[in-house]
């Protein structure tokens, strides 16, 4: 697996050049971790004495879903900032009215989760009861939903924010609302409305 090209200038209005380094590091550790896991994987370490209490085949197994998450998310987190558009597409508009009524809603509802996660906010379909929900991680590994498809992802944890917002969480969250790529996230929603 290797580390995706991300521009800068997409995440400029959110986060300043330092702040977005850090979490390109982070991001980068992440890639190396996933891949070194798999490596390791290959060669079936210690599965015999695999178990759930403690074993060195199951802390690679919890970290193989932790790293890969890690991977995942920053890199839907990063596609989806960039304000090249500056309102919702048609795709996303039937979406947030079906499942909140309205934009107004589903934002309330979405800085709500965000101000409650430790690590992730996720705008998703479940795609078991077909529906959106705003969704709280957090950890990678942690309110993971089965099946459930990004559609919006917003990075909660401190190391995407607190270098330029300290605790103002609130701030942080309006401005990646702001700046949102929603052209990335109506591809992404056109394939959800497309299946409901």
């Given at each position: 697996?290797?580390?995706?090209?991300?521009?800068?200038?997409?995440?400029?209005?959110?986060?300043?050049?330092?702040?977005?380094?850090?979490?390109m590091k982070l991001?980068?550790?992440?890639?190396?971790?996933?891949?070194?896991?798999?490596?390791?994987?290959?060669?079936?370490?210690?599965?015999?004495?695999?178990?759930?209490?403690?074993?060195?085949?199951?802390?690679?197994?919890?970290?193989?879903?932790?790293?890969?998450?890690?991977?995942?998310?920053?890199?839907?987190?990063?596609?989806?900032?960039?304000?090249?558009?500056?309102?919702?597409?048609?795709?996303?508009?039937?979406?947030?009215?079906?499942?909140?009524?309205?934009?107004?809603?589903?934002?309330?509802?979405?800085?709500?989760?965000?101000?409650?996660?430790?690590?992730?906010?996720?705008?998703?379909?479940?795609?078991?009861?077909?529906?959106?929900?705003?969704?709280?991680?957090?950890?990678?590994?942690?309110?993971?939903?089965?099946?459930?498809?990004?559609?919006?992802?917003l990075d909660m944890?401190?190391?995407?924010?607190?270098?330029?917002?300290?605790?103002?969480k609130a701030d942080?969250?309006?401005?990646?609302?702001?700046?949102?790529?929603?052209?990335?996230?109506?591809?992404?929603?056109?394939?959800?409305?497309?299946?409901?």
């Amino acid at each position: 697996m290797k580390i995706a090209k991300i521009d800068f200038s997409y995440t400029t209005n959110v986060v300043s050049q330092p702040q977005f380094d850090a979490h390109m590091k982070l991001y980068g550790g992440y890639v190396d971790k996933i891949n070194e896991i798999d490596k390791t994987l290959l060669s079936n370490p210690e599965s015999a004495a695999a178990n759930a209490v403690y074993s060195h085949y199951r802390g690679l197994k919890k970290g193989e879903t932790f790293a890969l998450n890690g991977v995942i998310l920053h890199e839907e987190y990063f596609a989806n900032l960039g304000n090249s558009h500056t309102a919702p597409g048609p795709a996303t508009t039937q979406l947030i009215n079906q499942f909140f009524g309205n934009y107004d809603n589903w934002l309330a509802d979405f800085t709500a989760t965000a101000m409650s996660a430790r690590g992730w906010c996720i705008t998703a379909f479940d795609q078991r009861s077909h529906t959106i929900h705003n969704f709280l991680q957090d950890a990678h590994d942690d309110g993971v939903i089965t099946m459930a498809f990004p559609i919006i992802v917003l990075d909660m944890y401190e190391h995407a924010y607190f270098m330029d917002y300290g605790t103002n969480k609130a701030d942080y969250i309006h401005k990646f609302i702001n700046n949102l790529n929603w052209s990335a996230i109506e591809a992404r929603a056109a394939k959800i409305a497309a299946i409901i």
